[in-house]
């Protein structure tokens, strides 16, 4: 899955400007539930090789649709004026939420995996004809661009990557999403074995985790219009920085549950105000949130091996200190989050007049 998530990435852009948004994101969940819909068949059939071609296909899918909903993300938040990025990566956190919760429902009531995915197979269809028609179309490149032959196009979507403010806004997104990943894989084992906590108390801080890192999300949006995105991963990075150093260090186990607040806190903020960021950067959204999801993405997935690593010579507790650097890192970086001065348009997409007379001075 993880092989298709990064292929996805990667091959984002050729499809948005292939296919346009609203056929690119409608062909993307139409893969998706294909895949999972052979994956149903094929643990009928007991397949295993069958299982992981879906697994891949499932993943190329999700990866292209990422970017493709971050582009139309940055779209409507520009058009609206005011930031709503946060709130909609919030709906992953509860969709995260849901689908564990079908899925302990289908196993307590008997659903076997395949009737299971078949059927969300077709529910995900369904809704995806329905939504994509509300989409408007086009590429959301800028207005008037002059068209570019293959080769062009390539050099400018791998010139997004000796971009340096990109690189600088994929630091911030490296250390947030170094700090979400291992806490997915390591917070339960840290409060469970470094802390000397019981089994059901370590389950207890890790659904604290997701249920703060959602709901700073919901009510983010009219913070980061207040502070400016810049102010906002300064000061959601710093409280992350102080959850970390309180989750290691402390011996009292609430808190440690203040420092598994402020820890999700500190990972909130930095992807979806990220993707903004990069989508307003230059020309070209798609390659540019690409290029940033790519970095957030390879910290995810590369992150918790890394702390488990350091964990074998130097302790679980210990080696968090690595997300503590990363988080300083991020707090660092966080100019790059800065509004773009005269960013070129985003086609088909007006630009309310109110726009910049609602964005905060970062300066």
């Known amino acids: 899955m993880t092989v298709g998530a990064i292929l996805g990435l990667l ?3 050729p499809v948005l400007h292939w296919l346009g948004s609203r056929r690119a994101i409608a062909a993307a969940l139409l ?3 294909a895949a999972l819909a052979v994956m149903g068949l094929a643990l009928i059939v007991g397949s295993v090789p069958l299982v992981a ?8 899918g999700i990866g292209t649709l990422d970017v493709l909903i971050n582009v139309e993300g940055a779209a409507v938040e520009r058009a609206a004026g005011r930031t709503l990025m946060p709130m909609m990566h919030a709906a992953w956190s509860i969709g995260v939420a849901a689908g564990a919760g079908i899925g302990a429902a289908c196993a307590a009531l008997g659903v076997s995996p395949a009737a299971q995915l078949i ?26 661009e002059p068209p570019q032959d293959r080769g062009a196009r ?18 911030v997104m490296l250390g947030v999403e170094l700090g979400e990943g291992s806490a997915g894989n390591w917070l339960t084992l840290a409060v469970r074995n470094g802390h000397g906590q019981a089994a059901a108390v370590a389950a207890l801080f890790a659904t604290a985790f997701a249920a703060s890192e959602a709901i700073t999300r919901i009510f983010g949006g009219p913070i980061v219009d207040r502070l400016g995105r810049v102010r906002t991963i300064r000061v959601t990075t710093a409280l992350g920085a102080v959850g970390m150093v309180l989750f290691i260090l402390a011996g ?28 307003e950067s230059g020309p070209d959204p798609a ?16 992150g918790p091996p890394a702390i488990g690593v350091l964990a074998q010579s130097a302790g679980l507790l210990n080696a968090l200190w690595l997300i503590v650097a990363l988080f300083f890192a991020a ?16 086609a088909d997409v007006p630009r309310p007049k109110t726009w910049s007379a609602r964005q905060p001075d970062d300066t």
């Open 252 to 279: 009292n186990r609430w808190i440690v549950l203040v420092g598994v607040v402020l820890w999700a806190v500190g990972v909130s903020m930095g992807f979806p105000l990220g993707m903004s960021a990069a989508a």
């Open 154 to 171: 390539l050099r400018q979507r791998l010139r997004g990557w000796l971009d340096w403010r990109l690189l600088l806004i994929g630091v």
């Open 331 to 346: 707090f660092a970086a966080a100019g790059s989050f800065r509004p773009r001065p005269a960013a070129p348009e985003l």
């Open 11 to 13: 091959g984002s852009t």
């Open 53 to 60: 071609v879906a697994f891949v296909i499932v993943g190329l």
């Open 287 to 302: 390659a540019r949130v690409s290029v940033v999801a790519s970095i957030g993405y390879f910290a995810n997935l590369a």
């Open 119 to 144: 059927a969300e197979a077709v529910l995900i269809a369904v809704a995806a004809l329905v939504t994509a028609a509300g989409i408007p179309g086009g590429s959301r490149g800028p207005a008037g």
């Open 31 to 33: 893969l998706i539930t």
